[in-house]
Nanobody, 128 residues
Framework: QVQLVESGGGVVQAGGSLRLSCAAS????????VGWFRQAPEKERELVAA?????????????VKGRVTISRDNAKNTVKQNTVYLQMNSLKSEDTTVYYC????????????????WGQGTRVTVSS
């Protein structure tokens, strides 16, 4: 089992920044990808960004391209090593929703069905 705990959400003014954190624990050894998703009411869960667990390759959704950076803590042999961050800049009102961290052991990673474990979510509210 893998446990994921997100933090860092909150209320920010439009144009501001937030950094979300996802702390993973448990059996992470077969993880291939960590993704950040978001889901607005009555909409499908959308991939925001993803990072490969070992190689550092990343991808960003078109809706946030140029405004987000996903990264993994490079500290070795520490608890922080299993933490993935989502830095979000130039936030817009349409970014307001709940953000989820998820882990995948699949070779595919674009859709929520490719992910096995999910955190409880952290809410981001962007005020205009």
């Amino acid at each position: 089992q893998v446990q994921l705990v997100e933090s860092g959400g909150g209320v920010v003014q439009a144009g501001g920044s937030l950094r979300l954190s996802c702390a993973a624990s448990g059996r992470t050894f077969d993880t291939t990808t960590v993704g950040w998703f978001r889901q607005a009411p009555e909409k499908e869960r959308e991939l925001v960004a993803a990072i490969s667990w070992s190689g550092g390759r990343t991808l960003d959704a078109d809706s946030v391209k140029g405004r987000v950076t996903i990264s993994r803590d490079n500290a070795k042999n520490t608890v922080k090593q299993n933490t993935v961050y989502l830095q979000m800049n130039s936030l817009k009102s349409e970014d307001t929703t709940v953000y989820y961290c998820a882990m995948s052991s699949s070779m595919s990673h674009n859709l929520s069905i490719h992910y096995d474990y999910w955190g409880q979510g952290t809410r981001v509210t962007v005020s205009s």
